[in-house]
């Protein structure tokens, strides 16, 4: 019995193959963020980071798919899946407001550090 089996989730194939495919789905949109794609999506946002965040959900879906299979073998294997899996949820979590300059892309820090050196236009 799996760790999610414990807590008494039982996720049947189905879900488990549409979970998936949203993640992969929101994975590739979020990789294509971090490549410089659709910067205008970021004028609309929140934060910056939350641009990039749809990587890290992505990436944290799809781990917890597979921690879910994992733990129809083993409970220890299950664990093992488990940790990365929720370290990219943490990072998933937090990238809705703020993400740390070494997981920010190139291309996004020096932009950011061209608008710095620009003087601020004076009424």
Known sequence: MGLLAASGS???AGTLIAVAAFS???LRGGVRHYRGRNRWVMRWLPSEAAYFGTAWFGAAGLLMVLCALAGK?????EAIVAVPALAVLAIAIVS???????L???WYLAE???RARQPKPTA
């Open 24 to 26: 992969a789905l929101v």
């Open 112 to 114: 950011a550090r061209t």
């Open 96 to 102: 809705t407001f703020w993400l740390p300059a070494r």
């Open 73 to 77: 073998v083993s409970v220890v294997l």
């Open 10 to 12: 039982n996720l049947s």
């Open 104 to 106: 920010l892309p190139g």
